[in-house]
């Protein structure tokens, strides 16, 4: 069951509302430690024995204390059944988180029928719902005030096990004083506690069963983050992993992502036939505009994870979708669980004001479960709903952490043979099937997303006796039943469906138990398609046997590890890849005395075989590599070839390009002239022969800083700073591939060998050739990630501050310290390491646009550590330049076909970086540019989001046509693209002034100066609205620190372009008309905002020794001379909020903002002179009389000599320019 932001605020406000919970109690409806009264003991002939001091008689009698459980038995009274053995009670999964579960036996064989162990949702919801209204041994029949026996419950084959969580929700208890969960994630380790003590301690002959979880609704996020949580824990081999059978996740009408539901909403209501006259058609017209919008949204809120964009996403959704169908549930007309039903009684909708909610709240039921007559029972806990909504993660897609479950099915190692299976019903409104599809089959990323969405639709299965369809993959990975009527599902035989008597049987005698590659026993192909436990009885199994399927019964054989062609693949075998074969013919190839590990495979298609380093039975199928010449069968793998690279128009290969391409038009000449970057050179030496000191001790420096798993974390945030966008993207997937290949050699303890195994592992691919022109951005990141993690894809990571455990704001305080203990030096370290990745790179390659990436950052990161005059920092710029310049990024050229992707708008974002990067630099230092407007011919980059890039060819071409004339987007928004094009081009014209004042600005003639200063207005009056700063924008607490950081850069870069412009001006001779003052004021006035919100702009703090150097202590520098030598009196004539006192104001609060940046930073000594010399301007203004003499004999004495030619405002307190 399902709440939204919406419906639970209106909820809580709502009189009406609190008669549901609060229904003959006075008591409030959020849950507390308990103490009960009753110490008696109720154990009867059905309890089971108890340990020595780790229970308790009645369920809420004890303090709060990790591993403390209670258990009582239950006869037929509070919740009559067919005899089935029930239990009740409690676990304590830690010192202030208490959990519930009522526990019933299979009808059936309960000492081997599966487990199933459901959650509903909400969040808050209690499971009590699941039990007595949908699918529990007793149910509620719609006039009944007691329940009574259910004959479709689902522990008709199956034993169930309903829990309330997380702690607080229905009989689950909170420790007096403790925080109430607010985040999925929350429950996730409490849920793990509970399945170890469970089935550990409290029922442990139950433990290898096969367990099915089950959620429902809200279910759609505890599910896939509680099981990938599992997952996790062992695959890192945590000591509070899990290992219990979990065989699958049922996801019944569950919420996975708010973009399906958006987008099924018209499907459901407007061109479904059961949905029709619901609403009126200008409601579909309507709903059906604004699908894009909640589309385009949508992507945003999955691939940034954050709050404020998926609040967007919801936004959209419900005012411009759902409002159509809410006014109907508001008013009772119809139900959000049933678009044909009524709803009286909001949320549940359950006739009779919630009939087991009064129940469970009676003195004689709560007696019988243990509890004391003071507690009070609620069917949905709406402060932890409410806490839930407030922290965003209800409008969270959690789409990833289900593919990450698909993607773990089968792997060797993780016992994760964990299949899923998803029931929707045909009359829900909140999660309607349409949208669920749309999910299904285009948001869950998975390896086998293309056959699933290929599978066609069938019908049921005539034995489950249940209408509707269902499709699924054929390795039986995930399957999906839709259109059946599970509204409430107890009156709907599907446990057939889900979970089919599994009890294990031996096999016949005489033939092999054929094994899968994980060691489990092989499913015949008939049960696996079906999804049903199969017996592994051979030659037929069982339930083939049973239902007349004797001769389709066949057992899929499988090598233990194929040999794959070197070629990319599907990470998992689709429909017929695997060779599929009768039993008889599988025991003629395989020896009876090895079953299937021997038999032989179907014969492999003709390709090459070549073994790689590192796969001793060749590359793992997602490995991206090119087909290999004879030569390099002969040598090895193919390894990177140092290339010329670029070549430009008066190199010596430009006439040889002319004669060649003369000749071939005449003649049909044959090139034989080596292209840029042909295998022209000799070979790279193989990687192997130069591991050795000191390469190796530069890869052991970097592979022993990394993070040990799983503390390592690279947040996914989409902002216009260039850092953020797909480069996260790239850096989450270069994490998780390596953590989930050496995961265990990143260990506390790791030893040589592991180490220098991985360090041969990158340096090969990193010798491997890098495509920058892949235009799928799936398969270009792929030479970068998962098989193909290069030196690269490590100084990537290195580039991120949180993955060293690093807070990015004073709100993270809770992050402790990864286990290898670098937290507190993790800048210095990750600086280190980057540049041992960049140099390693530069050894094994010649370079490529991801290189360029790390130079440029390394750049930026040397500029925060040492200051952005430094030698280092220099150095690196110098680097990244030249580099660029190598690759030939600086000179691309613009075609009329051009189409857009993410390796080419990528090249044109770095290239755009670099040159913005060297102007900033110039602009600190006066040192001449590394590269000039002149020779730089790459158009801009295109204003596309980061997700449109990410989405692929279709994405990018309906964006693109989007774009107005001049390249910007029409969507009002503002992404890293958008922020560098502004840049660039205020550093296109920057340069030109750069040129002239480093030159002969003499020469320059005064109308060219006035012309670029036009040309500067002009740009910045033709840029969108969406990146103008608006005074006063940051008030507003909704407004987001990363557009206003961008907006303020941009701003600052242009009132900079027009104070240099000023100063040459005044330099030529132009009149002063207080222009130079006026920017300067308005420079300080932002630069200063920085530091009066600095708790806002905490992810930008490592810029704020750059921000006020470069643009608030030069402009500050006018503001002082301006005290000296006044101009006006009184308020400034063209800005009446220019005043003396204004001015001491700014200045006092910018000798603040340099004693803040400190001594010990980067830039710390500037600032602490810049502070020195603007307070002696303030004292001398504000203590001395007019006619004092000027400069004071303080400021003689300091000798400062700022050399910052031009733009040193000081330069009148150096005595070498005195006399000019």
């Given at each position: 069951?399902?709440?939204?932001?919406?419906?639970?605020?209106?909820?809580?406000?709502?009189?009406?509302?609190?008669?549901?919970?609060?229904?003959?109690?006075?008591?409030?409806?959020?849950?507390?430690?308990?103490?009960?009264?009753?110490?008696?003991?109720?154990?009867?002939?059905?309890?089971?024995?108890?340990?020595?001091?780790?229970?308790?008689?009645?369920?809420?009698?004890?303090?709060?204390?990790?591993?403390?459980?209670?258990?009582?038995?239950?006869?037929?009274?509070?919740?009559?059944?067919?005899?089935?053995?029930?239990?009740?009670?409690?676990?304590?999964?830690?010192?202030?988180?208490?959990?519930?579960?009522?526990?019933?036996?299979?009808?059936?064989?309960?000492?081997?029928?599966?487990?199933?162990?459901?959650?509903?949702?909400?969040?808050?919801?209690?499971?009590?719902?699941?039990?007595?209204?949908?699918?529990?041994?007793?149910?509620?029949?719609?006039?009944?005030?007691?329940?009574?026996?259910?004959?479709?419950?689902?522990?008709?084959?199956?034993?169930?096990?309903?829990?309330?969580?997380?702690?607080?929700?229905?009989?689950?208890?909170?420790?007096?004083?403790?925080?109430?969960?607010?985040?999925?994630?929350?429950?996730?380790?409490?849920?793990?506690?509970?399945?170890?003590?469970?089935?550990?301690?409290?029922?442990?002959?139950?433990?290898?069963?096969?367990?099915?979880?089950?959620?429902?609704?809200?279910?759609?996020?505890?599910?896939?983050?509680?099981?990938?949580?599992?997952?996790?824990?062992?695959?890192?081999?945590?000591?509070?992993?899990?290992?219990?059978?979990?065989?699958?996740?049922?996801?019944?009408?569950?919420?996975?992502?708010?973009?399906?539901?958006?987008?099924?909403?018209?499907?459901?209501?407007?061109?479904?036939?059961?949905?029709?006259?619901?609403?009126?058609?200008?409601?579909?017209?309507?709903?059906?505009?604004?699908?894009?919008?909640?589309?385009?949204?949508?992507?945003?809120?999955?691939?940034?994870?954050?709050?404020?964009?998926?609040?967007?996403?919801?936004?959209?959704?419900?005012?411009?979708?759902?409002?159509?169908?809410?006014?109907?549930?508001?008013?009772?007309?119809?139900?959000?669980?049933?678009?044909?039903?009524?709803?009286?009684?909001?949320?549940?909708?359950?006739?009779?004001?919630?009939?087991?909610?009064?129940?469970?709240?009676?003195?004689?039921?709560?007696?019988?479960?243990?509890?004391?007559?003071?507690?009070?029972?609620?069917?949905?806990?709406?402060?932890?709903?409410?806490?839930?909504?407030?922290?965003?993660?209800?409008?969270?897609?959690?789409?990833?952490?289900?593919?990450?479950?698909?993607?773990?099915?089968?792997?060797?190692?993780?016992?994760?043979?964990?299949?899923?299976?998803?029931?929707?019903?045909?009359?829900?409104?909140?999660?309607?099937?349409?949208?669920?599809?749309?999910?299904?089959?285009?948001?869950?990323?998975?390896?086998?997303?293309?056959?699933?969405?290929?599978?066609?639709?069938?019908?049921?299965?005539?034995?489950?006796?249940?209408?509707?369809?269902?499709?699924?993959?054929?390795?039986?990975?995930?399957?999906?039943?839709?259109?059946?009527?599970?509204?409430?599902?107890?009156?709907?035989?599907?446990?057939?469906?889900?979970?089919?008597?599994?009890?294990?049987?031996?096999?016949?005698?005489?033939?092999?138990?054929?094994?899968?590659?994980?060691?489990?026993?092989?499913?015949?192909?008939?049960?696996?398609?079906?999804?049903?436990?199969?017996?592994?009885?051979?030659?037929?199994?069982?339930?083939?046997?049973?239902?007349?399927?004797?001769?389709?019964?066949?057992?899929?054989?499988?090598?233990?590890?194929?040999?794959?062609?070197?070629?990319?693949?599907?990470?998992?075998?689709?429909?017929?890849?695997?060779?599929?074969?009768?039993?008889?013919?599988?025991?003629?190839?395989?020896?009876?005395?090895?079953?299937?590990?021997?038999?032989?495979?179907?014969?492999?298609?003709?390709?090459?075989?070549?073994?790689?380093?590192?796969?001793?039975?060749?590359?793992?199928?997602?490995?991206?590599?090119?087909?290999?010449?004879?030569?390099?069968?002969?040598?090895?793998?193919?390894?990177?070839?140092?290339?010329?690279?670029?070549?430009?128009?008066?190199?010596?290969?430009?006439?040889?390009?002319?004669?060649?391409?003369?000749?071939?038009?005449?003649?049909?000449?044959?090139?034989?002239?080596?292209?840029?970057?042909?295998?022209?050179?000799?070979?790279f030496r193989d990687p192997s022969q130069v591991l050795s000191s000191p390469v190796r001790e530069m890869c052991m420096v970097v592979l022993r800083s990394i993070p040990c798993p799983p503390q390592g974390h690279i947040s996914l945030r989409m902002s216009p700073h260039p850092y953020d966008g797909w480069a996260r993207v790239a850096a989450q997937r270069v994490l998780?591939?390596?953590?989930?290949?050496?995961?265990?050699?990143?260990?506390?303890?790791?030893?040589?060998?592991?180490?220098?195994?991985?360090?041969?592992?990158?340096?090969?691919?990193?010798?491997?050739?890098?495509?920058?022109?892949?235009?799928?951005?799936?398969?270009?990141?792929?030479?970068?990630?998962?098989?193909?993690?290069?030196?690269?894809?490590?100084?990537?990571?290195?580039?991120?501050?949180?993955?060293?455990?690093?807070?990015?704001?004073?709100?993270?305080?809770?992050?402790?310290?990864?286990?290898?203990?670098?937290?507190?030096?993790?800048?210095?370290?990750?600086?280190?390491?980057?540049?041992?990745?960049?140099?390693?790179?530069?050894?094994?390659?010649?370079?490529?646009?991801?290189?360029?990436?790390?130079?440029?950052?390394?750049?930026?990161?040397?500029?925060?550590?040492?200051?952005?005059?430094?030698?280092?920092?220099?150095?690196?710029?110098?680097e990244s330049v030249s580099l660029m310049t190598f690759l030939g990024l600086h000179d691309e050229t613009e075609s009329a076909d051009y189409r857009p992707t993410l390796s080419s708008e990528s090249r044109r974002r770095i290239a755009a970086h670099v040159f913005i990067m060297d102007k900033v630099v110039v602009l600190f230092t006066g040192r001449p540019p590394l590269?000039?407007?002149?020779?730089?011919?790459?158009?801009?980059?295109?204003?596309?989001?980061?997700?449109?890039?990410?989405?692929?060819?279709?994405?990018?071409?309906?964006?693109?046509?989007?774009?107005?004339?001049?390249?910007?987007?029409?969507?009002?928004?503002?992404?890293?693209?958008?922020?560098?094009?502004?840049?660039?081009?205020?550093?296109?014209?920057?340069?030109?002034?750069?040129?002239?004042?480093?030159?002969?600005?003499?020469?320059?003639?005064?109308?060219?100066?006035?012309?670029?200063?036009?040309?500067?207005?002009q740009t910045m009056a033709e840029f969108p609205l969406s990146l103008i700063y608006q005074p006063g924008e940051l008030d507003s607490r909704s407004s987001s620190p990363g557009r206003v950081y961008a907006k303020l850069l941009i701003q600052l870069e242009h009132l900079q372009n027009l104070f240099v412009a000023d100063r040459l001006l005044l330099r030529r001779g132009?009149?002063?008309?207080?222009?130079?003052?006026?920017?300067?004021?308005?420079?300080?006035?932002?630069?200063?905002?920085?530091?009066?919100?600095?708790?806002?702009?905490?992810?930008?703090?490592?810029?704020?020794?750059?921000?006020?150097?470069?643009?608030?202590?030069?402009?500050?520098?006018?503001?002082?001379?301006?005290?000296?030598?006044?101009?006006?009196?009184?308020?400034?004539?063209?800005?009446?909020?220019?005043?003396?006192?204004?001015?001491?104001?700014?200045?006092?609060?910018?000798?603040?903002?340099?004693?803040?940046?400190?001594?010990?930073?980067?830039?710390?000594?500037?600032?602490?002179?810049?502070?020195?010399?603007?307070?002696?301007?303030?004292?001398?203004?504000?203590?001395?009389?007019?006619?004092?003499?000027?400069?004071?004999?303080?400021?003689?004495?300091?000798?400062?000599?700022?050399?910052?030619?031009?733009?040193?405002?000081?330069?009148?307190?150096?005595?070498?320019?005195?006399?000019?």
């Amino acid at each position: 069951m399902l709440l939204s932001a919406s419906v639970a605020a209106a909820l809580a406000a709502s009189a009406s509302a609190q008669l549901i919970w609060n229904a003959r109690s006075n008591a409030p409806t959020s849950p507390h430690a308990i103490t009960v009264d009753d110490h008696t003991s109720h154990h009867d002939t059905h309890q089971r024995p108890m340990g020595t001091g780790d229970h308790q008689t009645a369920h809420g009698s004890a303090p709060f204390k990790t591993g403390q459980y209670t258990l009582k038995a239950q006869d037929n009274k509070t919740c009559p059944t067919h005899g089935e053995s029930q239990w009740t009670g409690t676990v304590d999964v830690s010192d202030a988180h208490r959990l519930f579960f009522w526990f019933f036996e299979s009808r059936n064989d309960p000492a081997n029928d599966p487990i199933i162990v459901w959650m509903n949702g909400g969040p808050g919801g209690s499971s009590m719902v699941g039990l007595f209204n949908e699918l529990g041994p007793c149910i509620f029949d719609l006039d009944s005030a007691e329940p009574s026996v259910n004959p479709w419950a689902w522990n008709n084959n199956a034993s169930l096990l309903f829990l309330d969580q997380p702690a607080g929700v229905g009989f689950a208890s909170l420790a007096e004083g403790a925080p109430m969960p607010a985040a999925d994630l929350d429950g996730a380790e409490s849920f793990q506690s509970f399945l170890n003590i469970f089935f550990g301690e409290i029922f442990p002959e139950k433990a290898g069963l096969p367990i099915h979880l089950a959620a429902e609704s809200y279910g759609g996020h505890y599910g896939p983050v509680y099981l990938k949580h599992i997952l996790d824990s062992r695959a890192y081999d945590s000591k509070s992993a899990f290992r219990g059978n979990i065989t699958s996740l049922i996801l019944v009408d569950a919420l996975l992502d708010w973009t399906g539901n958006a987008v099924g909403t018209y499907e459901l209501l407007c061109s479904d036939f059961r949905g029709r006259d619901i609403i009126n058609a200008t409601a579909c017209d309507n709903i059906r505009h604004a699908i894009p919008e909640v589309e385009r949204l949508g992507m945003s809120c999955d691939l940034s994870q954050d709050g404020h964009e998926c609040v967007a996403l919801d936004e959209q959704y419900m005012g411009q979708i759902d409002v159509y169908y809410r006014e109907l549930i508001n008013s009772g007309k119809r139900s959000p669980f049933n678009i044909h039903q009524e709803c009286p009684n909001l949320p549940l909708c359950y006739p009779g004001k919630g009939d087991f909610t009064r129940y469970l709240n009676q003195e004689h039921v709560k007696a019988a479960l243990g509890f004391p007559s003071s507690f009070v029972y609620s069917g949905i806990n709406l402060a932890l709903n409410d806490a839930y909504v407030r922290g965003h993660d209800p409008l969270k897609p959690t789409t990833r952490e289900l593919a990450a479950v698909l993607d773990a099915y089968e792997q060797p190692g993780l016992g994760s043979d964990i299949r899923v299976l998803v029931l929707n019903g045909n009359e829900d409104y909140i999660v309607n099937t349409p949208g669920q599809k749309f999910i299904y089959d285009y948001l869950v990323r998975w390896s086998g997303q293309a056959d699933y969405r290929l599978a066609r639709w069938r019908e049921l299965p005539r034995e489950l006796a249940a209408e509707g369809f269902w499709k699924g993959t054929d390795d039986g990975s995930a399957s999906h039943a839709a259109s059946i009527s599970i509204t409430p599902p107890a009156h709907s035989p599907l446990p057939d469906l889900a979970h089919g008597s599994s009890r294990p049987m031996s096999s016949s005698a005489g033939a092999p138990l054929l094994r899968r590659r994980n060691g489990r026993p092989q499913a015949c192909d008939q049960c696996r398609s079906r999804k049903v436990a199969c017996d592994h009885t051979q030659p037929v199994c069982n339930r083939c046997r049973a239902t007349g399927r004797e001769g389709e019964c066949t057992y899929t054989i499988s090598s233990s590890r194929p040999v794959r062609a070197w070629a990319v693949g599907s990470a998992r075998p689709v429909a017929g890849e695997r060779p599929r074969q009768s039993l008889s013919q599988s025991l003629s190839q395989g020896s009876p005395s090895t079953g299937a590990a021997e038999a032989r495979p179907a014969a492999q298609p003709r390709a090459s075989l070549l073994p790689t380093a590192g796969f001793p039975d060749g590359p793992p199928s997602d490995v991206v590599t090119p087909s290999p010449s004879s030569e390099d069968q002969a040598s090895g793998p193919p390894s990177a070839r140092p290339g010329p690279g670029f070549f430009g128009i008066l190199s010596h290969s430009a006439v040889y390009e002319e004669t060649k391409n003369t000749l071939s038009l005449l003649q049909g000449f044959r090139p034989c002239l080596p292209g840029h970057g042909d295998a022209a050179q000799a070979q790279f030496r193989d990687p192997s022969q130069v591991l050795s000191s000191p390469v190796r001790e530069m890869c052991m420096v970097v592979l022993r800083s990394i993070p040990c798993p799983p503390q390592g974390h690279i947040s996914l945030r989409m902002s216009p700073h260039p850092y953020d966008g797909w480069a996260r993207v790239a850096a989450q997937r270069v994490l998780a591939g390596l953590y989930e290949r050496f995961g265990s050699h990143l260990g506390t303890n790791r030893t040589n060998a592991q180490l220098e195994e991985m360090a041969l592992f990158l340096s090969r691919n990193t010798a491997r050739p890098f495509n920058d022109n892949e235009p799928d951005p799936d398969r270009w990141m792929g030479q970068f990630s998962g098989q193909n993690l290069r030196w690269e894809s490590l100084g990537l990571l290195f580039t991120f501050r949180e993955l060293g455990g690093e807070p990015l704001s004073d709100a993270d305080h809770d992050i402790d310290q990864f286990t290898c203990g670098l937290t507190k030096h993790w800048p210095e370290v990750a600086q280190v390491c980057l540049g041992l990745c960049v140099d390693l790179t530069r050894r094994f390659s010649d370079g490529n646009s991801l290189l360029l990436q790390l130079c440029i950052r390394r750049t930026v990161a040397e500029s925060i550590l040492s200051g952005d005059a430094s030698a280092s920092t220099w150095r690196c710029l110098a680097e990244s330049v030249s580099l660029m310049t190598f690759l030939g990024l600086h000179d691309e050229t613009e075609s009329a076909d051009y189409r857009p992707t993410l390796s080419s708008e990528s090249r044109r974002r770095i290239a755009a970086h670099v040159f913005i990067m060297d102007k900033v630099v110039v602009l600190f230092t006066g040192r001449p540019p590394l590269i000039g407007h002149r020779y730089a011919s790459t158009p801009l980059p295109l204003d596309l989001p980061d997700q449109v890039l990410l989405a692929g060819d279709e994405a990018i071409a309906r964006a693109s046509e989007s774009l107005d004339e001049r390249g910007w987007n029409t969507e009002g928004g503002l992404y890293s693209s958008t922020s560098l094009r502004s840049r660039l081009m205020i550093a296109l014209i920057r340069d030109e002034l750069i040129e002239i004042a480093l030159g002969r600005w003499k020469q320059t003639p005064f109308e060219k100066l006035q012309a670029i200063k036009e040309r500067q207005l002009q740009t910045m009056a033709e840029f969108p609205l969406s990146l103008i700063y608006q005074p006063g924008e940051l008030d507003s607490r909704s407004s987001s620190p990363g557009r206003v950081y961008a907006k303020l850069l941009i701003q600052l870069e242009h009132l900079q372009n027009l104070f240099v412009a000023d100063r040459l001006l005044l330099r030529r001779g132009d009149l002063d008309q207080g222009d130079l003052l006026l920017t300067s004021f308005e420079m300080v006035s932002l630069t200063l905002l920085f530091w009066t919100n600095k708790d806002r702009f905490a992810l930008a703090r490592p810029d704020f020794a750059w921000l006020v150097m470069a643009y608030a202590t030069p402009a500050g520098g006018i503001l002082c001379m301006e005290l000296l030598n006044p101009s006006f009196t009184g308020a400034h004539p063209r800005n009446a909020k220019i005043t003396r006192s204004s001015i001491i104001q700014n200045l006092s609060l910018l000798i603040g903002f340099l004693d803040w940046i400190g001594t010990g930073a980067a830039n710390g000594n500037l600032c602490a002179n810049c502070s020195a010399v603007i307070q002696h301007v303030l004292d001398h203004t504000l203590n001395t009389t007019g006619s004092s003499s000027w400069p004071p004999e303080a400021l003689d004495a300091m000798q400062l000599d700022f050399n910052f030619e031009l733009f040193d405002t000081f330069e009148w307190l150096r005595t070498d320019l005195s006399n000019e």
